[in-house]
């Protein structure tokens, strides 16, 4: 069990919670390094029949110490932008274990990936294929691409975070891949290298994987029947999280899919999982300002906002939310909610939940992915401490910014 109570006191491994509270103050985040590798440990050990290489999807989460844990464990990483690419090297992923997906990268961000030689890049349009081969001509290379189509496939998951229909901006259009494919394959400065999909995040249905994996494994046949060699299938993002009552798959479950769908190919398969990996191995631990009630509504107060943590404010989206020290009182119904002026600024509506005091802790359970990663400093709040457990030790593998780091690219015009 990697957060646990015992004795009424939340643990994160064999660390107490309320003791790293103590020691770097609050709101923090913590991550758990033996859930970490579960996770991860999952997907590999599933896909280990299949050829398969994780790379974890570094949005979920770019801390340093979480993306070197991956590392250690042999995993890939998916990147999405120059600075994660970045991430990615310096903590230990080697190049040929990177793919580099997203909607618009820029040229520059592209060179770097071509003079690294990653092991492919995701494009997903003819005119990114051209700039790629430009770029790769220039540097006198062939670059490993792969093209990322559309399956037009309903992920069945929230709005915001569907990526595989016509109506979504990603991807090659599916009735123009194989002649892009084709053109692609004639280009000097590009090697066809795969192909990928990536319908969306948050499944909790194998249906969408099953359909659009289906439609990968014919389109590999088609392009082989033309002569375009495919060596890696690259399949997106991982599967849902439990947050409340959600029953995901799993990672047995989605490898035999898999199989089912492009096993007999015996490609090199690519899995780009990030909120399943890092998700439930991390929580937001807050503390009480105030509580304070208006007759008809309670309210909690903590000192943590939708700066730190986005997800509730951004999709509706629930996080369990828990007492760092139970002291079995009887629960009341409250709105928990961030200090920032904004009225969406709540973690919970009307949740149930044991009264807390000013200074009492409490903790926003699964907050690992998406939680950090798309922090700001909204309201000039320091980005909150990142802590890492590790059995009985932990580090602070982000510190908390200070308000001369926030101010330091700030310069006062000359005019002033
Ligand atoms: N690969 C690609 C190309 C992606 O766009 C994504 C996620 C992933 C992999 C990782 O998917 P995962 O295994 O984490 O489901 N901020 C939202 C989630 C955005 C997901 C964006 N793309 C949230 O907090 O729910």
Known sequence: MCFHYEGGELFAEGVSLQQIAKQVGTPFYCYSTQKLSQNFNAYRNALSDLNGTVCYSIKANPNLSVVAAIARLGGGADVVSGGELYVALKAGIPADKIVFSGVGKTAEELTEAVRLGILQINAESAAEVEMINQIAMAQGKKANVALRVNPDVDALTHVKITTGTKENKFGVPWQEAHELYLA?????????????????????????????????????????????????????????????????????????????????????????????????????????????????????????????????????????????????????????????????????????????????LLAIMCAGAYGAAMSSIYNFRPLVPEVMVNGEEFAVVRKRTTYEEMLSGHVIAPWL
């Open 184 to 360: 692609a394959s004639k280009m000097p400065g590009i090697r066809i290298a795969g192909i990928a999909v990536h319908i969306g995040s948050q499944l909790l249905d194998l249906e969408p994987f099953r359909l659009a994996f289906t439609k990968i494994a014919s389109m590999v046949r088609a392009l082989e029947n033309d002569g375009i060699i495919i060596e890696n299938v690259d399949l997106g993002g991982g599967m849902g999280i439990n947050y409340n009552v959600e029953l995901p798959p799993t990672c047995e479950d989605y490898a035999q899919i898999v199989r089912e769908t492009l096993g007999d190919m015996r490609k090199h398969i690519i899995v780009e999982p990030g909120r399943s990996v890092v998700g439930n191995a991390g929580i937001l631990v807050t503390e009480v300002i105030c509580a304070k009630s208006n007759g008809e509504k309670n309210f909690i107060i903590v000192d943590a906002g939708m700066n730190d943590l986005v997800r509730p404010a951004l999709y509706d989206a629930w996080h369990t939310i828990l007492p760092v020290s139970k002291q079995g009182i009887a629960p009341i119904i409250a709105d928990i909610v961030g200090p920032i002026c904004e009225s969406g600024d709540v973690f919970a509506h009307e949740r149930i939940i044991e009264p807390v005091q000013a200074g009492g």
